[in-house]
């Protein structure tokens, strides 16, 4: 095996290695509101949050595969955890493709160990100006920013406005999250741990190269030209923003059919023909069903990451009806792994509903994830209905 290959053979095993302190740990997380500082230290010493960027600033460049499989790993531990590695290593994709050299060096130099990415695209308010060398952010509101409490730069979305009210551009902006002030609002019911706090500016001046049109670096058209011959970041970056939110809720599945069979043998049965329900036909259908549920999910998530690893292998950037249909691959696998869960916890009785209880936790973490209006299973197959339909898909940005 090549060392590129044994590196991301490694990177993975490392995340499978962290997953019995996670659960160990899961209790804390969500008592918390945010990951423990032990969970983030292993995460930073096994490079999970540098899996995606640029090596020239300390970061591994690893396939989306090899991103995917790691996140599904950790987030068999804990969703939160889940959650957070995936989103903070995404935004390190986003950052890297989205932004020029001189902003890269601006966030990077003497800084590779330190920094972590945490932002929000839409924004529930955004007052913005054009100034010189510039843009003033008078007042800026954003919920659901994930990681909050452990970021040192953010980037987050800013629309633009012209003097008729049209929507013209939409901006993304980066700066250090020192200059945000962080709401204590995360009181949620499930991926608790995430410190997933509203964040607000408030008079904020963002230069120039801080800010780029993300319309643009959805088509592919990135500022990062000196990144142009690696072939990680030709890679399409909303499937791959989507594809981040949806993984964690593949290690929750899993994690919650490992824990009913591993509780299995010396449960007994009531009203249903025998002694133990391992022992019971319905048992046997259930187990079986929500185990190839979970694999065709798995199946769904890996083929977009593989399908995107293909596209950016040859350095070109993934066409538009490809990326619908990875939102629908994408949505799908979401659908299945809620009746996987269903099944699951419907064979569980009533035990899951006392609070500790782990089976209790992937539901809340996975009714909280799966509401994510990117993830829906229904507005990503309608959109890739109309592609096959030869229409137009209804998502502005995919």
Same mark, same amino acid.
């Given at each position: 095996? #090549?060392?590129?290959?044994?590196?991301?053979?490694?990177?993975?095993?490392?995340?499978?290695?962290?997953?019995? %302190?996670? !659960?160990? !740990?899961? #209790?804390?997380?969500? /008592?918390?509101?945010?990951?423990? $500082?032990?969970?983030?230290?292993?995460?930073?010493?096994?490079?999970?949050?540098?899996?995606?960027?640029?090596?020239?600033?300390?970061?591994? &460049?690893?396939?989306?595969?090899?991103?995917? &499989?790691?996140?599904? &790993?950790?987030?068999?531990?804990? *969703?939160?955890?889940?959650?957070?590695?995936?989103?903070?290593?995404?935004?390190?994709?986003?950052?890297?493709?989205?932004?020029?050299? /001189?902003?890269?060096?601006?966030?990077?130099?003497? /800084? $590779?160990?330190?920094?972590?990415?945490?932002?929000?695209?839409?924004?529930?308010?955004?007052?913005?100006?054009?100034?010189?060398?510039?843009?003033?952010?008078?007042?800026?509101?954003?919920?659901?920013?994930?990681?909050?409490?452990?970021?040192?730069?953010?980037?987050?979305?800013?629309?633009?406005?012209?003097? $008729?009210? #049209?929507? @013209?551009?939409?901006?993304?902006?980066?700066?250090?999250?020192?200059?945000?002030?962080?709401?204590?609002?995360?009181?949620?019911?499930?991926?608790?741990?995430?410190?997933? #706090?509203?964040?607000?500016?408030?008079?904020?001046?963002?230069?120039?190269?801080?800010?780029?049109?993300? +319309?643009? =670096?959805?088509?592919?058209?990135?500022?990062?030209?000196?990144?142009?011959?690696?072939?990680?970041?030709?890679?399409?970056?909303?499937?791959?923003?989507?594809?981040?939110? %949806?993984?964690? =809720?593949?290690?929750?599945?899993?994690?919650?059919?490992?824990?009913? !069979?591993?509780?299995?043998?010396?449960?007994?049965?009531?009203?249903? %023909?025998?002694?133990?329900?391992?022992?019971?036909?319905?048992?046997?259908?259930?187990? =079986?069903?929500?185990?190839?549920?979970?694999?065709? =999910?798995?199946?769904?998530?890996?083929?977009?990451?593989?399908?995107?690893?293909?596209?950016?292998?040859?350095?070109?950037?993934?066409?538009?009806?490809?990326?619908?249909?990875?939102?629908?691959?994408?949505?799908?696998?979401?659908?299945?792994? /809620?009746?996987?869960?269903?099944?699951?916890? &419907?064979?569980?009785?009533?035990?899951?509903?006392?609070? *500790?209880?782990?089976?209790?936790?992937?539901?809340?973490?996975?009714?909280?994830?799966?509401?994510?209006?990117?993830?829906?299973?229904?507005?990503?197959?309608?959109?890739?209905?109309? @592609?096959?339909?030869?229409?137009?898909?209804?998502? +502005?940005?995919?």
């Amino acid at each position: 095996m #090549n060392k590129v290959l044994q590196k991301e053979v490694d990177i993975v095993e490392k995340a499978r290695s962290l997953v019995s %302190g996670l !659960r160990e !740990r899961a #209790n804390e997380t969500e /008592k918390i509101r945010q990951i423990p $500082e032990a969970s983030m230290q292993e995460f930073k010493d096994a490079g999970l949050f540098k899996m995606l960027r640029p090596k020239r600033y300390g970061g591994q &460049e690893v396939s989306m595969r090899t991103y995917s &499989e790691v996140i599904v &790993e950790i987030s068999r531990g804990c *969703g939160s955890s889940g959650w957070i590695v995936a989103l903070c290593a995404i935004r390190e994709l986003m950052v890297a493709q989205s932004f020029s050299e /001189k902003t890269h060096k601006e966030i990077f130099d003497g /800084k $590779e160990d330190s920094v972590l990415f945490a932002g929000v695209y839409e924004p529930r308010q955004c007052i913005a100006k054009k100034v010189d060398g510039g843009y003033l952010i008078e007042e800026g509101f954003w919920m659901f920013c994930s990681g909050s409490l452990h970021a040192t730069w953010g980037y987050f979305g800013m629309p633009i406005i012209d003097d $008729e009210g #049209n929507l @013209v551009d939409q901006i993304l902006m980066t700066l250090p999250f020192d200059e945000l002030e962080i709401m204590d609002d995360w009181h949620v019911l499930g991926l608790k741990g995430t410190g997933s #706090n509203s964040v607000k500016m408030h008079n904020t001046f963002i230069p120039d190269h801080r800010c780029t049109s993300f +319309v643009e =670096a959805l088509d592919g058209n990135f500022e990062s030209t000196h990144l142009r011959d690696i072939p990680l970041y030709h890679t399409a970056l909303f499937p791959s923003l989507i594809l981040s939110l %949806g993984l964690p =809720a593949l290690g929750l599945v899993k994690y919650a059919l490992e824990f009913f !069979r591993e509780t299995l043998p010396n449960r007994r049965a009531v009203h249903m %023909g025998v002694d133990f329900i391992k022992d019971a036909a319905s048992t046997h259908a259930t187990l =079986a069903s929500a185990s190839l549920k979970i694999d065709t =999910a798995q199946m769904h998530f890996y083929r977009v990451a593989d399908e995107l690893d293909r596209w950016a292998s040859e350095k070109k950037y993934m066409d538009r009806h490809e990326r619908v249909k990875t939102l629908a691959d994408i949505g799908y696998a979401n659908e299945v792994l /809620k009746e996987a869960l269903d099944l699951i916890l &419907e064979a569980s009785g009533s035990g899951y509903v006392y609070d *500790g209880h782990p089976l209790q936790r992937i539901y809340r973490d996975f009714s909280t994830l799966h509401s994510h209006r990117s993830l829906s299973p229904i507005i990503t197959k309608e959109n890739y209905g109309r @592609v096959l339909a030869g229409l137009e898909s209804n998502a +502005v940005r995919y």
